[in-house]
């Protein structure tokens, strides 16, 4: 199956294997025996393409499974689909455990101290701490006063984390205001089937191909035509959006029976050439 396949969609692929190695039969004997082509049958079996619910629904009568378990498997899996590509979480890396420091050295008392001896004008320069000088004191007040000012810088970082992170609303609007543009999001293209008939072909307005190679998963207006096509020649889509999935293919294989064609589910100038006539 394909890297990063949706949970959902490995479950579906996972039964339908079992079911089919189960029955003993192969691709080429499937696809016999439930009117589907080979080649969809990989697609299927892989992950690479949804099967429709009526391939889902032969396979079971064909092999003796559950089809409503079945079913279940693929609605869960289109859904999934529909909600956008799985991506995989990855683990965090472990957090290095930090080395312990060293104890410092112990101070050696090999040494005796030494009794401070008469005041100097460079030790008096330099800071005197005997009480009565009137440095001592001044460190005192520098040192309260530094405290303060650490203090008061916390408090502010402190607001202003807390007003990030409880109003991140008000933050937003205001870079909005300040006129940051905002990012639009393109709605969905609407198609419609505007059906007209020229040289004996029928066309609905949103593509004059009649070549062009559609498959599963492809989009577009080419899509969107083969969708108005099939519903005017009795075969419902889905809906017409554009997007060739499981129902536009399940649509496809009925309308290539209906036409006596190659059954295999993609369209080529052949089903072209039918849906238009």
């Given at each position: 199956?394909?890297?990063?396949?949706?949970?959902?969609v490995?479950?579906?692929?996972?039964h339908?294997r079992k079911?089919k190695?189960?029955?003993?039969?192969?691709?080429k004997q499937?696809?016999?025996?439930t009117?589907?082509s080979t080649?969809s049958?990989e697609r299927?079996?892989s992950?690479r393409?949804?099967?429709?619910?009526?391939?889902?629904?032969s396979?079971a009568?064909?092999?003796?499974a559950?089809p409503v378990?079945l079913?279940?498997?693929?609605?869960?899996a289109?859904n999934?689909?529909?909600s956008?590509p799985?991506?995989?979480t990855?683990?965090?890396k472990?957090t290095?455990?930090?080395?312990?420091t060293?104890?410092?050295?112990?101070v050696s008392p090999?040494?005796?101290?030494?009794?401070p001896?008469?005041?100097?004008?460079?030790?008096?320069a330099?800071?005197?701490?005997?009480?009565g000088?009137g440095v001592?004191t001044?460190?005192?007040?520098?040192?309260?006063?530094?405290?303060?000012g650490l203090l008061?810088?916390?408090?502010?970082?402190?607001?202003v984390?807390?007003?990030?992170l409880v109003?991140?609303?008000?933050?937003?609007a205001a870079?909005d205001?300040s006129g940051?543009?905002?990012?639009a999001v393109p709605a969905p293209t609407?198609?419609?089937?505007a059906y007209?008939?020229r040289?004996?072909r029928?066309?609905?307005g949103?593509s004059?191909t009649r070549?062009?190679?559609?498959?599963?998963d492809?989009s577009?207006?080419?899509?969107?035509?083969?969708q108005?096509l099939l519903?005017r020649?009795g075969?419902?889509?889905g809906?017409?959006?554009?997007?060739?999935?499981?129902?536009?293919?399940?649509?496809v294989?009925?309308?290539?029976?209906?036409f006596?064609?190659?059954?295999?589910g993609?369209?080529?100038?052949?089903t072209w050439?039918?849906?238009?006539g």
């Open positions: 199956m394909p890297a990063g396949i949706d949970p959902a490995a479950a579906l692929v996972a339908l079911a190695d189960f029955s003993g039969l192969s691709i499937l696809a016999l025996a009117g589907y080649s049958w299927y079996l992950g393409a949804l099967p429709p619910p009526a391939a889902v629904r396979l009568e064909v092999v003796g559950d378990r079913l279940a498997l693929l609605d869960a289109v999934a689909r529909r956008g799985f991506e995989p990855s683990p965090s472990p290095p455990r930090s080395e312990p060293p104890p410092s050295e112990p090999s040494k005796p101290v030494l009794p001896g008469p005041a100097t004008p460079e030790a008096t330099a800071g005197d701490d005997r009480p000088t001592h001044d460190r005192h007040h520098l040192t309260a006063w530094r405290q303060l008061g810088c916390g408090m502010a970082v402190g607001a984390l807390v007003l990030l109003q991140p609303t008000r933050v937003a870079r205001v940051t543009t905002a990012v609407a198609f419609t089937c007209t008939r040289e004996g029928w066309y609905a949103n004059t070549t062009q190679q559609l498959v599963v492809m577009g207006p080419a899509v969107a035509e083969l108005c519903q020649a075969v419902t889509p809906g017409i959006d554009g997007n060739f999935g499981p129902l536009t293919e399940s649509a294989i009925q309308a290539q029976k209906k006596h064609l190659g059954v295999d993609q369209v080529g100038p052949a050439a039918a849906l238009r």
